[in-house]
């Protein structure tokens, strides 16, 4: 069935450094692929979304490009900073836009 | 614009207690979900309803029902709840085909 995979944490980086975050998907189709951050002590909010082979998403200094040979949607950002520290989900929403499969989450930590 | 507001925020509960979670979204989305939170298992569907007057089982139905009250609110029963059943619970809603938003969510926890 569907699903989505993405690297396991914790990631602890100094500011400045560069972020790769990996996710691979599992679908029939093509879904759509998002990007969710998650602040200490709030819900989900999407950071940035793709939704056909070859898009890439940004948003904040972040990307990520849907790649479908390799199933994959990696999360980059080339300058973190402290307020980035949070946790990270992969997502794929399926055709018919009803039904979302989250990884497990990767917990950024930057420090200064 | 409030977005999507859960209530409680916070919760104790005993075993065997019930209670109900409340959820409201205000930006007139067909679709609603909730989703539990669990370290190491990322979020799990528990129900979701496609549109006012309809729900469907997620992943991890067991021991939950929902009320889909009207299009802007559904709520989320416990009926008999266990220690298994300590968790975040978000609640998100959506227009179909577009991403989720989420509430800030409701700690819960069963003694």
């Known amino acids: 069935g569907d699903s989505v995979t993405q690297m396991e944490g914790p990631v602890t980086l100094s500011e400045e450094a560069f972020l790769t975050i990996n996710c691979t998907y599992t679908?029939?189709?093509?879904?759509?692929l998002f990007w969710y951050v998650q602040y200490p002590g709030e819900g989900l909010q999407l950071l940035l979304k793709?939704?056909?082979?070859?898009d890439k998403g940004s948003n904040k200094g972040f990307e990520a490009t849907y790649r479908k040979e390799t199933t994959s949607f990696h999360l980059e950002k080339g300058s973190v900073q402290v307020s980035d520290s949070a946790v990270y989900f992969c997502?794929?929403?399926?055709?018919?836009?009803?039904?979302?499969?989250f990884g497990t989450g990767t917990s950024l930590t930057v420090i200064p | 614009n409030a977005g999507v507001t859960q209530t409680p925020k916070f919760q104790v509960l005993k075993t065997g207690q019930s209670m109900t979670l409340q959820c409201a979204q205000d930006?007139?989305?067909?679709?609603m979900y909730w989703y539990r939170q669990d370290p190491g298992m990322g979020l799990r569907l528990i129900y979701y309803?496609?549109?006012?007057?309809?729900?469907d089982k997620g992943e991890v139905p067991n021991g939950y029902n929902v009320s889909r009250l009207n299009k802007r609110e559904f709520s989320l029963r416990l009926e008999s709840a266990a220690p298994s059943q300590t968790s975040v619970y978000f609640c998100?809603?959506?227009?179909?085909?577009?991403?989720?938003?989420f509430g800030n969510g409701t700690r819960l926890t069963v003694t």
């Open positions: 997502a794929q929403a399926s055709n018919t836009g009803n039904q979302f499969y």
């Open positions: 679908a029939t189709g093509y879904p759509s």
């Open positions: 793709a939704t056909k082979a070859d």
């Open positions: 930006m007139n989305h067909n679709s």
């Open positions: 309803s496609a549109s006012e007057g309809t729900t």
């Open positions: 998100a809603s959506n227009r179909s085909n577009s991403p989720l938003h």
